[in-house]
């Protein structure tokens, strides 16, 4: 069993920046595929980046350029640095893990935290 704690949301104005951090339990967080999805208000949840055990990144054309994703395997943490904010980016954002996948589908993902929401003002 994995738990994720997302943290690091808040309100930014356009063009600002926040730095998003899920905190992972279990001694195997290396061995785990970490993505990063995200649900406005009246949508689905959407997909925005993913991180592979070895660092290998995929991100949403929307955010690509924009966003990173990083892990520190050390402290079983996950983060998601967002840059060049846009309102359209407001949403509840989610962590994510599984033991194989790192595409994505978020049906194929086997954890998840409880959210944390970013509003972005413009």
């Known amino acids: 069993q994995v738990q994720l704690v997302e943290s690091g949301g808040g309100l930014v104005q356009a063009g600002g920046s926040l730095r998003l951090s899920c905190a992972a339990s279990?001694?195997?967080?290396?061995?785990?595929?970490m993505g990063w999805f995200r649900q406005a208000p009246g949508k689905g949840r959407e997909f925005v980046a993913t991180i592979s055990w070895s660092g290998n990144t995929y991100y949403a054309e929307s955010v690509k350029g924009r966003f990173t994703i990083s892990r520190d395997n050390a402290k079983n943490t996950v983060y998601l640095q967002m840059d060049s904010l846009k309102p359209e980016d407001t949403a509840v954002y989610y962590c994510a893990s599984n033991i194989r996948y790192s595409g994505p589908d978020k049906q194929l993902y086997d954890y998840w935290g409880q959210g944390t929401q970013v509003t972005v003002s413009s």
């Open positions: 279990g001694r195997t967080f290396s061995r785990y595929v």
